[in-house]
């Protein structure tokens, strides 16, 4: 119980006790604001006199889901309290499992591979999720190329070609050695460019120009 209804519960024992001296009912409505567990108690006496001249003092207390009843007779007080509790039913909406897709995983790169260059470090590299032709279609594109005579009708092959293949900067620097002719060859490299998988280490390939200009060039295209 609440210390102050229990502070107006023995004030009014003291008030009835002093105050009725025949039979009568008295109620009262005690409100407390800063009680969050009993914000209002509703006190009832009854004061009631025995044929041997006993007074009996009842009080009942209601408030906050507690509950007392006092009976006071002859300076003897019995009390009888309770407290009652409603507990409201919590309903769990099912969790929503979030389905994680599964994420499409790389293939890893082979140990070993051979691209038909010797020491080709760019063999196991990739560029796109690519790789770059092994050495059984890397020979085969390199002796079409390189069985071709007329150099424009090699260039419209290697073309349509390296849109198709990636290609290592070793494999790439053999098929810029196929093509004497300074502006064909810089056409067959801004063909190829996007398709090496280690542009990185053909920077050094600028030097197979003798035109600074298209020298210039070529390193801008394979730096892009």
């Given at each position: 119980?609440?210390?102050?209804?229990?502070?107006?519960?023995?004030?009014?024992?003291?008030?009835?006790?002093?105050?009725?001296?025949?039979?009568?009912?008295?109620?009262?409505?005690?409100?407390?604001?800063?009680?969050?567990?009993m914000p209002n108690a509703r006190i009832k006496m009854k004061t009631t006199t025995t044929e041997n001249g006993e007074e009996t003092t009842t009080v009942k207390v209601r408030g906050g889901g507690?509950?007392?009843?006092?009976?006071?007779?002859?300076?003897?007080?019995?009390?009888?309290?309770?407290h009652t509790e409603t507990y409201g039913e919590t309903r769990r909406e099912p969790r929503m499992e979030r389905r994680q897709e599964p994420r499409a995983e790389m293939?890893?790169?082979?140990?070993?591979r051979d691209c038909g260059t010797p020491s080709d470090e760019g063999c196991t590299m990739r560029r796109d999720g690519q790789l770059a032709m092994d050495a059984t279609t890397w020979r085969g594109f390199y002796q079409s190329l390189k069985s071709e005579s007329n150099e424009i009708v090699r260039q419209e092959k290697a073309e349509k070609m390296l849109k198709r293949?990636?290609?290592?900067?070793?494999?790439?620097?053999?098929?810029?050695?196929?093509?004497?002719?300074?502006?064909?060859?810089?056409?067959v490299a801004k063909e190829a460019a996007p398709h090496v998988v280690n542009p990185q280490h053909a920077l050094g390939f600028s030097s197979k120009w003798k035109n600074s200009?298209?020298?210039?060039?070529?390193?801008?295209?394979?730096?892009?």
């Open positions: 119980m609440n210390r102050i209804v229990r502070a107006a519960l023995v004030s009014s024992l003291f008030v009835s006790s002093a105050s009725f001296a025949q039979d009568a009912e008295f109620n009262m409505q005690v409100d407390i604001n800063d009680d969050a567990d507690a509950r007392m009843d006092v009976r006071m007779t002859g300076g003897t007080m019995e009390t009888e309290s309770r293939p890893s790169e082979p140990a070993f293949v990636y290609l290592t900067a070793a494999q790439f620097g053999l098929v810029l050695d196929l093509f004497n002719n300074e502006i064909t060859r810089l056409e200009i298209s020298g210039s060039e070529y390193t801008d295209i394979i730096t892009q």
